[in-house]
T-cell receptor
Framework: TQLLEQSPQFLSIQEGENLTVYCNSS?????LQWYRQEPGEGPVLLVT?????EVKKLKRLTFQFGDARKDSSLHITAAQPGDTGLYLC????????????FGKGTLLTVNP | GAVVSQHPSWVICKSGTSVKIECRSL??????MFWYRQFPKQSLMLMAT?????????EQGVEKDKFLINHASLTLSTLTVTSAHPEDSSFYIC???????????FGDGTRLSIL
């Protein structure tokens, strides 16, 4: 069974601070996706990374896929209250039965 | 962009009732859809993979007779929770993908409350 460990589980910071969320596994994934979910809604895809060592930037968010494709990180610069939500990483694997394995999520609260 | 619609968004019903949840891909055809369950402030747990025209593949520990899945067309999958009980109360979310290794696009979920 493939597992994704996500840390921290909870994070409460002040507006303007920087933060990093980590997603680690002992398994190799062919791709890794980051989602953000707000209460009562479905997850919304932020980014997909597929190449070891890949770095992608989305405004104030920077995503990195580890060289061995077993881990990933999400860094947010100058966090804003609108960044508040549940951040989920998900690893993709399998051939014809390709599916996602989700981490437990990081609940981020950015206080004004 | 790809849009997935889920209906209903909220259901409250008595114990013993069967509840059907629909998942539609609005602007693309999805040969595969997924059904997840999520408890408050927790992550998504995959319940089953829904394949158009064939039987669903259930994850270990998920009762196939309890959670009936039908994927009769390329744009619609349904999940029926049969004889629902309070422990079945949860947030159920579906997703669909355009290609085998493409990203999944999620519906907005269905909040199921069994009294």
């Amino acid at each position: 069974t493939q597992l994704l460990e996500q840390s921290p589980q909870f994070l409460s910071i002040q507006e303007g601070e920087n933060l990093t969320v980590y997603c680690n596994s002992s398994s190799v994934f062919s791709s890794l996706q980051w989602y953000r979910q707000e209460p009562g809604e479905g997850p919304v895809l932020l980014v997909t990374v597929v190449t070891g060592g890949e770095v992608k930037k989305l405004k104030r968010l920077t995503f990195q896929f580890g060289d061995a494709r077993k881990d990933s990180s999400l860094h947010i610069t100058a966090a804003q209250p609108g960044d508040t939500g549940l951040y989920l990483c998900a690893g993709g694997s399998g051939g014809s039965n390709y599916k996602l394995t989700f981490g437990k999520g990081t609940l981020l609260t950015v206080n004004p | 962009g790809a849009v997935v619609s889920q209906h209903p968004s909220w259901v409250i019903c008595k114990s013993g009732t069967s509840v059907k949840i629909e998942c539609r891909s609005l602007d693309f055809q999805a040969t595969t859809m997924f059904w997840y369950r999520q408890f408050p402030k927790q992550s998504l747990m995959l319940m089953a993979t829904s394949n158009e025209g064939s039987k669903a593949t259930y994850e270990q520990g998920v009762e196939k007779d309890k959670f009936l899945i039908n994927h009769a067309s390329l744009t619609l999958s349904t999940l029926t929770v049969t004889s629902a009980h309070p422990e079945d109360s949860s947030f159920y979310i579906c997703s669909a993908r355009l290609s085998t290794r493409g990203p999944q696009h999620f519906g907005d979920g269905t909040r199921l409350s069994i009294l």
